[in-house]
């Protein structure tokens, strides 16, 4: 059953450092989602990926955070000098791409700032 | 801005009796809504979706139920078990396929 994966699944960093999170669509996706969650809250958009292409990024800050989803491999979620705030589960999605179709989330990369 | 809300942040349910939980929604462009359930340490899973088109939609032990004049969602779980515990987020499309999440509403079921 392969659903969406993401890898690591916990990712300690000290500030400074980068992080890289890493997600595989489920077979069949080409679309790509991050959304961001903080302890007890839901989850806030982040960026929105096709292949090659980024649809969206209206959620994610401006500097230090980028996405990407190339032709081969899984999509990325790059943050560049982490501070203690980035700390956080982030969760990737997908979906085949049509808009009353729901997307199918992967089990999170919870980033930890020491 | 425009937000997906949730009455209740938590609730409390008897094995076996039905559990009902609400979602306010102040977009009415959205035409897609979903809810999750979300358990510790994992994603929110896909539990039953409803467009726009429709006031009620049923799944297994599921119903969902929405009523667009005044912007509410609801999530019916009959006969509730312990597995159903869990926080469950309503989550509705506001277009460019950019989901906006509530807050949860943690569900506890009691034996």
């Known amino acids: 059953n392969a659903g969406v994966m993401q890898n690591p699944r916990h990712l300690v960093r000290r500030r400074g450092q980068e992080a890289r999170l890493r997600c595989s669509p489920m077979?069949?996706?080409?679309?790509v989602y991050w959304y961001r969650q903080l302890p007890e809250e839901g989850l806030k958009f982040m960026v929105y990926?096709?292949?090659?292409?980024?649809?969206?990024e209206s959620g994610m800050p401006k500097e230090r955070f980028s996405a990407e989803f190339p032709k081969e491999g899984p999509s990325i979620l790059r943050i560049q000098q982490v501070v203690r705030g980035d700390s956080a589960a982030y969760f990737c999605?997908?979906?085949?791409?049509?808009?009353?179709?729901?997307?199918?989330f992967g089990d999170g990369t919870r980033l930890s700032i020491l | 801005g425009e937000s997906v809300g949730l009455h209740l942040p938590t609730l409390s349910v008897q094995e076996g009796d039905n559990s009902i939980i609400n979602c306010a929604y102040s977009?009415?462009?959205?035409?897609?809504f979903i809810w999750y359930k979300q358990e510790s340490g994992k994603g929110p899973q896909f539990i039953i979706d409803?467009?726009?088109?429709?006031d009620k939609r049923q799944g297994q032990r599921v119903t969902v139920l929405l009523n667009k004049t005044v912007k509410h969602l609801s999530l019916q779980i009959a006969a509730t078990q312990p597995g159903d515990s869990a926080v469950y987020f309503c989550?509705?499309?506001?277009?460019?396929?950019?989901?906006?999440f509530g807050q949860g509403t943690r569900l506890t079921i009691n034996p």
């Open positions: 999605a997908s979906s085949p791409g049509q808009s009353d179709q729901p997307q199918h």
């Open positions: 977009n009415s462009a959205s035409d897609y």
């Open positions: 989550a509705e499309n506001q277009g460019a396929q950019k989901l906006v």
């Open positions: 409803i467009r726009s088109n429709m």
């Open positions: 990926l096709q292949k090659e292409n980024i649809i969206d």
């Open positions: 077979k069949g996706h080409s679309h």
